[in-house]
């Protein structure tokens, strides 16, 4: 089992950078996995961790826990309340607007309607030669994403509707663009990373900023797509 990396950690937090693929916790509708970072990081550390808030076991990136049981009450409730700011980078397909607000209610299982909130900015486009249905050419675009709003799966739905589904989301995603990253760049990731967290700590009463970098795949695939940007 290999260690988890860990980018920040005081007496009371502490945060990962997590791996694509990498449950949080267990759960009943990934009964293949074997691994979680809560038992991870709890084997690491030698103590108990408490998930500060979730990321899908798709997404990378900054993941926070905290070391006791008050400071976890002290940060769901920041979580809850938005008090943490929590910017994300994603590929999707098409070229976006410069900047956009999704403003689009989401069902949770048991059907009850929920507001949720998604800012964006666009940061780079891309066009490569390869055919997308009727055209010669096929179009991405990288995205700073900032969900004001903590619903499950809330980048990816909304990103997908409004037509610019992130590369590699399964089921939300295009199924003709996995395919071709699968094919083409043996891609079978979902381009979407936890890129940062900023807020001011509950306990020391102090701004906390966290970055993760992104993966080597997620770089790989920014790379073949022209993307120049500095991450």
Same mark, same amino acid.
């Given at each position: 089992?290999?260690?988890?990396? @860990?980018?920040?950690?005081?007496?009371?937090? =502490?945060?990962?950078?997590?791996?694509?693929?990498?449950?949080?916790?267990?759960?009943?509708?990934?009964?293949?996995?074997?691994? /979680?970072?809560?038992?991870?990081?709890?084997?690491?550390?030698?103590?108990? *961790?408490?998930?500060?808030?979730?990321?899908?076991?798709?997404?990378?990136? *900054?993941?926070?826990?905290?070391?006791?049981?008050?400071?976890?009450?002290? +940060?769901?409730?920041? /979580?809850?309340?938005?008090?943490? #700011?929590?910017?994300?980078?994603?590929? =999707?397909?098409?070229?976006?607007?410069?900047?956009? !607000? @999704?403003?689009?209610?989401?069902?949770?299982?048991?059907?009850? +309607?929920?507001?949720?909130?998604?800012?964006? #900015?666009?940061?780079?486009?891309?066009?490569?030669?390869?055919?997308?249905?009727?055209?010669?050419?096929?179009?991405?675009?990288?995205?700073? !994403?900032?969900?004001?709003?903590?619903? +499950?799966?809330?980048?990816?739905?909304?990103?997908?509707? !409004?037509?610019?589904?992130?590369?590699?989301?399964?089921?939300?995603?295009?199924?003709?663009?996995?395919?071709?990253?699968?094919?083409?760049?043996?891609?079978?990731?979902?381009?979407?990373?936890?890129?940062? !967290?900023?807020?001011?700590?509950? =306990?020391?009463?102090?701004?906390?900023?966290?970055?993760?970098?992104?993966?080597?795949?997620? /770089?790989?695939?920014?790379? =073949?797509?022209?993307?120049?940007?500095?991450?």
């Amino acid at each position: 089992m290999t260690d988890l990396e @860990i980018i920040y950690r005081d007496p009371h937090l =502490v945060a990962i950078n997590k791996a694509h693929g990498l449950l949080v916790h267990r759960s009943a509708l990934a009964r293949d996995a074997s691994e /979680f970072a809560m038992q991870i990081l709890r084997n690491q550390l030698g103590q108990h *961790v408490y998930p500060a808030h979730r990321l899908d076991r798709k997404t990378s990136g *900054v993941l926070l826990f905290s070391l006791d049981k008050s400071s976890d009450t002290l +940060m769901q409730k920041m /979580f809850a309340t938005g008090e943490i #700011e929590k910017s994300y980078l994603a590929i =999707v397909r098409g070229f976006t607007d410069d900047e956009g !607000v @999704i403003d689009y209610p989401l069902k949770k299982e048991n059907g009850k +309607m929920q507001e949720a909130l998604t800012r964006y #900015e666009t940061l780079e486009r891309s066009e490569i030669i390869i055919p997308n249905q009727k055209h010669e050419t096929s179009r991405y675009s990288l995205l700073k !994403v900032k969900p004001e709003t903590g619903r +499950m799966h809330q980048i990816r739905r909304h990103l997908a509707h !409004v037509l610019h589904p992130i590369i590699g989301d399964r089921p939300h995603g295009c199924n003709k663009q996995n395919r071709m990253f699968k094919e083409n760049y043996g891609m079978t990731t979902m381009l979407l990373h936890a890129r940062q !967290v900023r807020f001011r700590h509950p =306990v020391l009463g102090i701004e906390i900023n966290i970055e993760a970098r992104q993966s080597d795949e997620f /770089f790989r695939i920014a790379k =073949v797509l022209g993307f120049g940007i500095d991450f």
